[in-house]
């Protein structure tokens, strides 16, 4: 049976990093996802820090579900490439001193052409970030949603074995006009990480729109589902973009998720 565990991006908070922990403690959360550029960084993480981070976390009863680190571009690009993949397994290592096993990014554009130069540069350098992955014992988590599941699918495909997992975002599928839920079909056995996120289509606006977690287009119980039949024993992270009572509308997802599951 799928268990629930509950992850709040702390930056959804809009809080100071302390404050923000306390908040994801109070709301519920057994996990946070912490920025590893702007809330904490590997430069400055001493032995000593890491050790001080990891006993504020346990007094609160939290655990990192993963460690977010974004790059300013993609994986695809080889302009300053090297330094990239070198900061990336950088937070991977961080990653597993703070006791979890998974970096998230946007790896990128991905080509519909595996001939594609850019294609090639991607597959190369994920492939060597998941060689890394081996030794870390932490893995790339790719975020979802930019591109149909069937171009993720096969770029995991064209890479060697447990080189790249997922983190799923329906919420991005449908703002991007795609099908979470086929794919979900497609990459349930890749999904590392799922990202609690609604939206929908706003057709005075033309576009689609996020919105709370059951008042869009997400298929909850085909998702989780699909989840359980892949043994998923990963965390459900609660996302906001902006807004106000950004602490208001981050604990009602977490009790949406509450109620998805009893």
Request: one cysteine or more; charged letters at 25%; hydrophobic letters at 40%.
């Amino acid at each position: 049976m799928l268990q629930l565990k509950k992850s709040i991006r702390l930056e959804s908070l809009r809080l100071p990093f302390k404050k923000a922990l306390l908040a994801a403690a109070n709301l519920g959360a057994d996990g946070v996802e912490i920025n590893g550029r702007t809330e904490i960084r590997s430069a400055d993480m001493s032995r000593t820090a890491i050790r001080h981070l990891k006993k504020l976390l346990a007094d609160l009863n939290l655990q990192v579900s993963a460690i977010h680190f974004p790059t300013r571009r993609g994986f695809g690009i080889s302009d300053d490439l090297d330094r990239r993949i070198d900061a990336t397994k950088s937070a991977m290592t961080l990653a597993y001193e703070l006791g979890c096993n998974l970096v998230v990014n946007r790896i990128g554009r991905i080509p519909e052409d595996a001939e594609h130069p850019e294609f090639d540069v991607l597959v190369q350098a994920l492939s060597d970030i998941g060689n890394y992955s081996q030794k870390s014992g932490a893995w790339l988590a790719a975020r979802t949603g930019s591109e149909p599941g069937s171009t993720m699918k096969n770029l995991i495909e064209a890479l060697p074995i447990h080189s790249l997992v997922v983190d799923f975002d329906p919420g991005d599928f449908i703002i991007n006009g795609f099908s979470a839920t086929e794919a979900m079909q497609l990459l349930g056995s890749h999904v590392r990480s799922f990202r609690a996120r609604d939206a929908v289509q706003d057709l005075s606006l033309g576009r689609s729109i996020e919105v709370g977690l059951g008042q869009g287009s997400v298929d909850w119980p085909t998702l989780l589902g699909t989840l359980e039949e892949h043994n998923y024993s990963g965390y459900l992270t609660v996302e906001k973009d902006g807004g106000e009572n950004s602490t208001e509308a981050v604990g009602q997802a977490m009790d949406y998720l509450t109620q998805l599951f009893r």
